[in-house]
T-cell receptor, first 115, second 113 residues
């Protein structure tokens, strides 16, 4: 499984765009990139998933360069409620036959949004 | 409602006791996971299971045990051998074909008293 590296923490202000980058230098050909958001005392929840180029949904965008060795989660116009820990997860989307997908999370990025 | 149910939300354990955390899912997912989270830290994998009657150790399995007798249930027992069990425990499940998309329960807080 590809190891991921993220900044430990970030600060922003309401209304700004926030970009959180995840490094995954040894990503495999079949690996997808998934981002999760976690609030205190809650389980992480899925934000967005992508394989290459750009993916956008109602809450975020995910930018993946051609070499796929990194990815950037973009949160447009953050609010105080976006204060949370964000995790980048890399792994194989394909069904594992006879194997296991351990789904190892990194330390995540603590985003603090200020008024 | 579909989802993952963990119980209890808060649990207190005395020294030397075993306690069991319940995790039930009605999502028909094959894979289930248990993670431990210490305050201010990331998630660490305890055990995971991909099919009934089979499970694998994660990175911090010592002092824990699990069973997977039914597809929808994956209880975690914190044994007395786990010397520092105070933490937030998260259960998760995943459809095997969904890759990295996993769903988490609301978590259980375990405190040693």
């Amino acid at each position: 499984l590809a190891k991921t590296t993220q900044p430990i923490s970030m600060d922003s202000y309401e209304g700004q765009e926030v970009n959180i980058t995840c490094s995954h230098n040894n990503i495999a050909t079949n690996d997808y990139i998934t981002w999760y958001q976690q609030f205190p005392s809650q389980g992480p929840r899925f934000i967005i998933q992508g394989y290459k180029t750009k993916v956008t949904n109602e809450v975020a965008s995910l930018f993946i360069p051609a070499d796929r060795k990194s990815s950037t989660l973009s949160l447009p116009r953050v609010s105080l409620s976006d204060t949370a820990v964000y995790y980048c997860l890399v792994g194989d989307k394909a069904l594992f036959s006879g194997g296991y997908n351990k789904l190892i999370f990194g330390a995540g990025t603590r985003l603090a949004v200020h008024p | 409602d579909g989802g993952i149910t963990q119980s209890p939300k808060y649990l207190f354990r005395k020294e030397g006791q075993n306690v069991t955390l319940s995790c039930e899912q009605n999502l028909n997912h094959d894979a289930m996971y248990w993670y431990r989270q210490d305050p201010g830290q990331g998630l660490r994998l305890i055990y995971y299971s991909q099919i009934v009657n089979d499970f694998q150790k994660g990175d911090i399995a010592e002092g824990y045990s699990v069973s997977r007798e039914k597809k929808e249930s994956f209880p975690l027992t914190v044994t007395s051998a786990q010397k520092n069990p105070t933490a937030f425990y998260l259960c998760a499940s995943r459809a095997l074909e969904s890759g990295n998309t996993i769903y988490f329960g609301e978590g259980s807080w375990l405190t040693v008293v």
